[in-house]
C-alpha cells in the first residue's frame, strides 16, 4: 500500500462553481477513486479561497457582512462537491480559526530563513486575478472616450471641415470617440495601481533551484507546458506578500506587526501543506508529504513558481507532481463569458442529463490536457455509444442469455484466451490512470466493451444449434469482461457501475443506461 496525497487548487467564493471547476474536481476525484481501488491510502484535499479584495467587494456589493458572504458561497461549494459524487478526504476553508496559524506558521518559517523583507511599492494589480501585473501582461483595447462627442462638436464648427469626406469624416470620429487603455486579459479590467509599504518573499533567490528541479524531472504534466514555466522562472522576481490592514482588515494578520496582513495567494498557498498535517502533527505531513497538485492553465505561475519557493524556503521538498489541466472553450469554440453568452453552468448541465453522464463527459470529451469546446451533442453521443450501446448493451445481452439458457455464468472457468486479453487492457488502462492520462484511459475501457460485443456476435451462443459448453463458455468469458468493465469505470461512474455489479452478481436485467434523444 503506498501513501497518496492528492490536492486541488482553492477556488475563490466570489461567484457559484463553473464548469472549469467541475473539470478539475472530476479529474481529481477520478484520480484519488482509482488509487483508492488499488489499496492506497489516499489524502484528498479540497476547499475554498474566502480571502482576498475581490470577496470583499463583492459582500459590499451585496450588502451582506463578509463572513456571512463567504459562508453562503462555500456552501454552495459544499452542495457541489455532493452533488457531483466528490469523494474528498478534507474540505479547507481559509476562514477558519486554524487558517492564521499555519498561514503565519509558513510566514515565520521562511522569515526564519531570512526571504522576508519590508519595503516600499508601487504595481499594477488586477482585483480579479489578485495578483499584480506588468505591462508585458496586460493587452491593449479601445474603450469609448465619452468626452470625445463634445471635441467632434467643436471640430464641425472649425474652418474647412465641411470639405471632409465621409470616410475622413468617419476616421476623425473614431479617433476622438476610441481611448486605447491597458487591461488584464482575462478579465477585461484596468489594473489599479496599489502603492504601499509592504512585505517581500525573496521568490529570485529560489530561481536556480526551481529551473534546475523542473529541468531535471518529469514533474509538471503535460511536459509541453514547461518552457512556458521556465520563461517566467527566468524573469523571476520578488514578491509582495502582505498588504495594508486598512485595504483588507480581516484578512490573516501578520506576525509582529499589526499594521500589515497577509496577502491572498501566499495566505492561501499555505493550504495544502496544512491538509498534510503542518504544523500539528509532522508525522502525517512525513508520510503524505509531497504530493500531486492538480490546477487550471491559470494556475502554473502560482502553484509552480511562488508556492515551490515558499516550500524551498521553509525546508520542505517540493511538490511531485503538477498536472495542468486544460481549458474548457464555449459551444463555440471562444473562451466563455457572460458577455458572449456562452457559460455553461455545471448545476444545470446535472438537472439536464445527471451527474454521472457530466462527469463521463468531462473525462472522455475533454482530453486531460488540453483545451476543448464543451458540446451537449457531443456529451449526448459519448454516453449513448460509449454507456448505453457498448457497455450497458453487453451486461444486458450477456445477462439476458445466460437467463434464457438457465446457465450461472459465475462458476464457469475463464478461458486462458481472455484472462490473457483482459489482463493486458487491465495493466493498460490502469498505467494510464496512473499516468493520470484519464481520457486515454477511458477510450481504451470503450474499445474492451467493443471488442467483447464483437465477440459475442461472431459466436452467437444465442443459436439454437449453439453447444451449450461453447454457450456457457462465451457467456462466462463475457462474464469476465464485464467485471474488469465495471471495475475500470468505477471512478469514472461510481454510482452506475455499483448497480451494473448487483445486475451482474444477480444476473438481474435492467436498463442501467436509457438512452438520451
Known amino acids: 500500500m503506498n501513501n497518496f496525497y492528492f490536492t486541488t487548487t482553492l477556488p475563490y467564493v466570489n461567484a457559484k462553481p463553473h464548469?472549469?471547476?467541475?473539470?478539475?474536481?472530476?479529474?481529481?476525484?477520478?484520480?484519488?477513486?482509482?488509487?483508492?481501488?488499488?489499496?492506497?491510502?489516499?489524502?484528498?484535499?479540497?476547499?475554498?479561497?474566502?480571502?482576498?479584495?475581490?470577496?470583499?467587494?463583492?459582500?459590499?456589493?451585496?450588502?451582506?457582512?463578509?463572513?456571512?458572504?463567504?459562508?453562503?458561497?462555500?456552501?454552495?461549494?459544499?452542495?457541489?462537491?455532493?452533488?457531483?459524487?466528490?469523494?474528498?478526504?478534507?474540505?479547507?476553508?481559509?476562514?477558519?480559526?486554524?487558517?492564521?496559524?499555519?498561514?503565519?506558521?509558513?510566514?515565520?518559517?521562511?522569515?526564519?530563513?531570512?526571504?522576508?523583507?519590508?519595503?516600499?511599492?508601487?504595481?499594477?494589480?488586477?482585483?480579479?486575478?489578485?495578483?499584480?501585473?506588468?505591462?508585458?501582461?496586460?493587452?491593449?483595447?479601445?474603450?469609448?472616450?465619452?468626452?470625445?462627442?463634445?471635441?467632434?462638436?467643436?471640430?464641425?464648427?472649425?474652418?474647412?471641415?465641411?470639405?471632409?469626406?465621409?470616410?475622413?469624416?468617419?476616421?476623425?470620429?473614431?479617433?476622438?470617440?476610441?481611448?486605447?487603455?491597458?487591461?488584464?486579459?482575462?478579465?477585461?479590467?484596468?489594473?489599479?495601481?496599489?502603492?504601499?509599504?509592504?512585505?517581500?518573499?525573496?521568490?529570485?533567490?529560489?530561481?536556480?533551484?526551481?529551473?534546475?528541479?523542473?529541468?531535471?524531472?518529469?514533474?509538471?504534466?503535460?511536459?509541453?507546458?514547461?518552457?512556458?514555466?521556465?520563461?517566467?522562472l527566468e524573469q523571476m522576481e520578488d514578491i509582495s506578500i502582505s498588504r495594508t490592514k486598512e485595504s483588507l482588515p480581516r484578512w490573516v494578520p501578520v506576525p509582529d506587526d499589526d499594521t500589515q496582513v497577509m496577502y491572498v495567494w501566499f495566505d492561501a498557498l499555505s493550504n495544502y501543506i496544512w491538509a498534510a498535517g503542518f504544523p500539528d502533527d509532522m508525522d502525517k505531513v512525513e508520510k503524505f508529504w509531497p504530493g500531486v497538485q492538480i490546477f487550471g492553465p491559470d494556475n502554473l505561475r502560482f502553484q509552480c513558481a511562488i508556492r515551490q519557493g515558499m516550500l524551498a524556503s521553509a525546508w520542505f521538498p517540493l511538490t511531485k507532481t503538477f498536472l495542468m489541466h486544460g481549458m474548457i472553450l464555449g459551444p463555440d469554440g471562444n473562451k466563455m463569458s457572460k458577455t458572449l453568452g456562452n457559460v455553461i453552468s455545471p448545476m444545470d448541465q446535472l438537472e439536464k442529463y445527471g451527474a454521472e453522464a457530466v462527469r463521463f463527459y468531462l473525462i472522455a470529451g475533454i482530453p486531460t490536457f488540453g483545451d476543448a469546446a464543451y458540446k451537449e451533442d457531443d456529451l449526448i453521443n459519448l454516453r449513448n455509444s460509449h454507456l448505453a450501446n457498448a457497455f450497458g448493451n453487453l451486461l444486458s445481452r450477456v445477462i439476458t442469455l445466460a437467463n434464457k439458457k438457465e446457465l450461472s455464468i459465475q462458476s464457469g472457468l475463464v478461458s486462458d484466451k481472455a484472462t490473457k486479453k483482459i489482463y493486458a487492457t487491465k495493466k493498460h488502462v490502469t498505467h494510464l490512470y496512473n499516468t493520470y492520462e484519464l481520457y486515454d484511459a477511458v477510450w481504451n475501457i470503450h474499445d474492451l466493451a467493443l471488442r467483447a460485443n464483437k465477440y459475442l456476435d461472431e459466436h452467437k451462443p444465442r443459436d439454437k444449434e449453439a453447444d451449450p459448453l461453447d454457450v456457457l463458455q462465451t457467456l462466462t468469458d463475457l462474464w469476465a469482461v464485464l467485471r474488469t468493465l465495471i471495475e475500470l469505470y468505477t471512478p469514472v461512474i461510481p454510482k452506475h457501475c455499483a448497480t451494473a455489479k448487483t445486475m451482474l452478481e444477480t444476473q438481474e436485467k435492467w436498463i442501467l443506461f436509457q438512452k438520451i434523444d
Not at 504595481?123 to 493587452?139: A, M
Not at 462638436?153 to 476623425?172: C, F, R, Y
Request: with cysteine; charged share 25%; glycine share 4%.
Open 19 to 232: 464548469i472549469g471547476h467541475a473539470l478539475e474536481f472530476v479529474q481529481a476525484d477520478v484520480i484519488c477513486r482509482r488509487r483508492k481501488s488499488q489499496g492506497d491510502e489516499v489524502l484528498f484535499n479540497v476547499g475554498t479561497d474566502e480571502h482576498g479584495l475581490k470577496m470583499f467587494q463583492k459582500a459590499e456589493e451585496l450588502g451582506l457582512p463578509i463572513q456571512e458572504f463567504v459562508n453562503k458561497n462555500a456552501q454552495t461549494f459544499i452542495d457541489f462537491f455532493e452533488a457531483f459524487a466528490i469523494n474528498y478526504t478534507n474540505f479547507y476553508r481559509t476562514s477558519a480559526p486554524t487558517h492564521t496559524a499555519v498561514a503565519q506558521g509558513m510566514r515565520n518559517r521562511c522569515s526564519e530563513a531570512g526571504d522576508i523583507y519590508k519595503k516600499s511599492y508601487s504595481g499594477l494589480y488586477c482585483v480579479g486575478c489578485e495578483s499584480f501585473k506588468t505591462s508585458k501582461d496586460l493587452i491593449s483595447i479601445d474603450t469609448p472616450n465619452w468626452t470625445g462627442w463634445e471635441k467632434i462638436e467643436i471640430a464641425k464648427n472649425m474652418p474647412h471641415m465641411e470639405i471632409l469626406s465621409d470616410t475622413e469624416w468617419l476616421t476623425m470620429t473614431q479617433w476622438f470617440w476610441s481611448k486605447r487603455i491597458q487591461v488584464c486579459p482575462d478579465h477585461l479590467t484596468e489594473p489599479v495601481v496599489f502603492e504601499q509599504e509592504n512585505y517581500f518573499f525573496r521568490l529570485s533567490k529560489y530561481k536556480e533551484q526551481l529551473t534546475n528541479y523542473y529541468t531535471s524531472t518529469e514533474a509538471l504534466l503535460p511536459s509541453n507546458k514547461l518552457n512556458e514555466l521556465l520563461n517566467f
